[in-house]
């Protein structure tokens, strides 16, 4: 009977707003509108539908059940968003925090793809991040994760630069060769243990829980506790998903809350069984002693190959990341403190993810949660914004 | 008082009118009916649909099928747009034949059959039948038939213009030249139209009459220069039409490459819709040009104003245009305008720098002169404005009555 590890993703980007050529030059905000501000609405419609009932729950279940500990991670901006728009979610998050069984983990402030394209942002955002979470809720998380857990053996090693033990990425067939996702790895240097995400039971809730078509459908604890009791005492099931899995991908109506709650409950009703956070499985782990995960490409937690083809893969994403890159050296040396915080706002993935042209099942989950009617949409007011960046740096340099 | 069944009552075969326009045809009809009602020729116009508001200049005759489902709101369909059933995809002229008729081609008889019904009671009383483009050439033919008086065809488009890879409809290639075949005189809107009427469609070139679109006087209500800031300092270069083909966008994203070379602070705005916009997107992205050649969508009145006005250089790049009116509107603006050698708009605007569409290198090297050499675009700006103020309406109505009158009494 294994050890579960549970990790929830909180993270809203700063949508652009309905930026026009005739905007050029006024200094016109990117993100928010004094009328009407998308994200102000978005943000509290989430809070309302996910963040405030899910983290009242696990705020009921770490008094209710001893044992419940689990892992959360919060981007910058979406801190930045919620003590601006929701405050209560940030006194929610404050609260689990005191109870000692939430472990924080790491992550860019912007939720970037900085990791692939500079080392140096990379490190600034990260270090941006942990002075957040310092400031907020004084902890100092020793164990990474990267945007959309994007992983591969380089990312591996700026992370171990930075003095983490550990990071949570993906567990990719092509990458195991067929040995367990369910253990503890290491990285190819040797320097930073692993957790990978177990997909399957992961996104049997995040994803499939109320889609009719599947045979589980409706899917009840006792069954997916039979699927979790297959794996022996020594094992590790890791559970990584979207906090907004509950509530807002998945409605209250479809009864995830319930199961959810049950869940946490009837599982350690058995003493075999245990639930873990990743420093916890990291402490008892050692390097040199575990089996090695070698991911030359990058991968991620997207879409049906898990690699960066969300993000990275047409034209429109590839030139706006180069632009947004290109322009890091002028930017940072404007000094110019609104310029580079709207530069790193635009670097957040959710942009080039809305850019995506593919098609198929995955074109249909990119729709879902697109704020724009298309990617080329996405695409034409991403360019319009950059237009205007590159004008303001040749005003201040 | 006019004669009945004189020329100075005229029937027009119309297809769009302001504000249900989806191109130059509509605002091409507003200008010259107006000008005609004030040269003392009184109107009738046919419409697919159920104009909006009554024109206090013509009386406009409604000529709505029952079985049309959008009749009030616009043309049953646009002709123009890229949802034709008939369309380049469909590349081999000998299957064309072999399709069954139409959507597009059934609607154009319908319309033909309406018209004829529509306008019986006014057909004693007018002189001549004016058709403008295609879709209205089957029903001035019926007309000319039941009543023998003389047809004018006004050719704005064709579909060698509007398609130029020559893969256009045949449907519709036969309805214009069946139609120019069967009128006793045509009008082109430019000498670069006769020239393709003679030498594509096969027309007697003295059958042929040229006249120039008008272009009105700005009005209180466009938008003042001062108005339009946006993007300061930087060179802002515009194209502005609808995004197929014949427009030529893709030779405009070819010229920022190479502009951007030599000034890389330019900024190149597209502005329009079309079939083509994805693919455009792509090459501008494709081609690293993704925060220097931007996309504004359609723009209409104010937005339109507004774009032109700040514009510094508007570039037409078409493939082949028979008029092409939005470049005098650039000139109105006191924007220098570079036009493609195939547009019939530089007849009227010599000091519009005409270049071939494909001729990128020298479009390249005339931005990078108007932009260093500020006194050029000056002076040529101050040329296009005193070229522009004699194209008017006025002029073109005048044409068209001596032609009236030319096919009234059979010459």
């Known amino acids: 009977m294994p050890q579960l590890c549970w990790y929830f993703q909180l993270h809203q980007p700063y949508r652009l707003r309905d930026l026009s050529i005739f905007d050029l030059g006024s200094e016109p905000s990117y993100f928010g509108q004094v009328e009407r501000d998308a994200n102000r609405e978005v943000f509290q419609k989430v809070a309302q539908k996910s963040y405030i009932p899910m983290l009242s729950l696990l705020y009921r279940l770490t008094q209710a059940v001893p044992e419940f500990v689990f892992a959360i991670s919060g981007s910058g901006v979406f801190l930045e968003q919620a003590a601006e728009f929701a405050p209560e979610v940030i006194a929610w998050l404050k609260k689990l925090t005191t109870t000692g069984q939430m472990e924080w983990l790491s992550e860019t402030y912007h939720h970037s793809l900085a990791s692939l394209y500079s080392p140096a942002e990379f490190q600034r955002q990260v270090a941006a991040h942990a002075q957040k979470l310092d400031e907020l809720f004084q902890v100092r998380p020793t164990v990474f994760r990267n945007t959309e857990l994007v992983y591969s053996n380089d990312v591996a090693q700026l992370v171990a630069e930075l003095g983490y033990q550990g990071m949570l990425t993906e567990a990719v067939d092509r990458y195991l060769n067929g040995q367990p996702k369910t253990t503890v790895y290491q990285d190819v240097s040797g320097q930073l243990k692993l957790l990978l995400k177990h997909a399957q039971l992961s996104d049997d809730i995040a994803f499939r829980f109320s889609e009719r078509s599947w045979q589980w459908y409706p899917l009840t604890v006792d069954r997916y506790l039979e699927w979790l009791e297959v794996y022996p005492e020594s094992e590790v099931i890791n559970l990584f998903m979207d906090f907004e899995t509950f509530g807002e991908h998945q409605w209250e109506s479809t009864g995830i809350f319930d199961f959810f709650e049950k869940l946490i409950r009837r599982f350690v009703e058995r003493d075999w069984n245990s639930y873990k956070t990743p420093s916890q499985l990291f402490a008892s782990a050692k390097l040199g002693s575990l089996p090695t995960y070698n991911v030359p490409q990058p991968i991620s937690w997207a879409d049906v190959d898990r690699d960066l083809t969300a993000w990275v893969d047409n034209a429109f994403q590839r030139d706006c990341l180069r632009l947004v890159y290109e322009l890091e050296p002028a930017i940072l040396a404007s000094r110019d403190a609104q310029l580079i915080n709207d530069w790193r706002r635009l670097q957040t993935s959710d942009h080039f993810y809305y850019m995506c042209t593919k098609w198929s099942a995955d074109g249909d989950v990119h729709a879902y949660f697109s704020p724009y009617e298309s990617p080329y949409e996405a695409y034409r007011r991403f360019s319009i914004v950059l237009a205007d960046v590159k004008r303001r740096l040749s005003l201040v340099t | 008082m006019n004669m009945p069944g004189g020329y100075d009552t005229v029937l027009m075969i119309g297809w769009e009118y302001p504000p249900h326009n989806s191109g130059g045809l509509g ?62 995809n469909q590349v081999d002229a000998d299957e064309l034949h072999a399709l069954p008729q139409s959507e597009l081609e059934q609607r154009v008889e319908m319309y033909a059959q309406v018209v004829a019904q529509q306008t019986q009671a006014v057909q004693p009383e007018v002189g001549v039948i004016h058709a403008h483009d295609w879709m209205s050439f089957p029903a001035a033919a019926q007309l000319k038939q039941a009543t023998g008086k003389p047809v004018i065809a006004h050719i704005h488009s064709t579909e060698h213009d509007r398609i130029p890879n020559g893969l256009g409809s045949s449907y519709i290639l036969q309805t214009e030249a069946a139609g120019m075949a069967m009128a006793d005189k045509i009008i082109a809107v430019s000498y670069y139209t006769k020239k393709l009427l003679v030498d594509r469609y096969g027309i007697n070139p003295e059958k042929i009459e040229v006249v120039h679109n008008g272009i009105l006087p700005l009005d209180q209500h466009a938008v003042p220069p001062a108005q339009s800031q946006f993007a300061p300092g930087q060179p802002v270069i515009v194209f502005m039409g609808r995004l197929t083909q014949q427009k030529g966008g893709e030779f405009f994203v070819k010229l920022a490459t190479q502009v951007l070379r030599q000034r890389p602070d330019a900024l190149f705005v597209i502005a329009g819709q079309g079939d083509l916009y994805h693919e455009l997107l792509f090459k501008t992205a494709y081609d690293k040009l993704s925060a220097s050649v931007l996309f504004s969508g359609f723009l209409r009145d104010a937005q339109r104003d507004k774009l032109l006005n700040r514009a510094d250089i508007f570039v037409m790049p078409s493939l082949s245009e028979p008029f092409g009116l939005v470049a005098l509107e650039a000139a109105q603006r006191r924007t220098p305008v570079i036009v493609s050698k195939q547009a019939g708009v530089s007849e009227v605007l010599p000091s519009a720098i005409s270049v071939d569409f494909w001729d990128v290198d020298k479009m390249t090297r005339t931005i990078l002169e108007l932009l260093s050499n500020k006194g050029y675009a000056r002076q040529m700006v101050t040329n296009q404005l005193q070229e522009v103020s004699s194209v008017t309406w006025d002029q073109a109505a005048d044409k068209v009555k001596r032609i009236y009158r030319q096919a009234f009494l059979g010459r």
Not at chain 2, 27 to 50: I, M
């Open chain 2, 27 to 88: 605002v091409a009809c507003e200008g010259l009916t107006q000008a005609l009602a004030d040269h003392n020729t009184q109107v009738y116009f046919t419409l697919p649909y159920q104009h909006p508001t009554a024109l206090g200049h013509m009386q406009v005759v409604p000529c709505i099928d029952p079985t049309w489902s959008n009749p009030a709101g616009g043309p049953p369909f646009s002709v123009y747009s890229s949802t034709l059933p008939l369309t380049r």
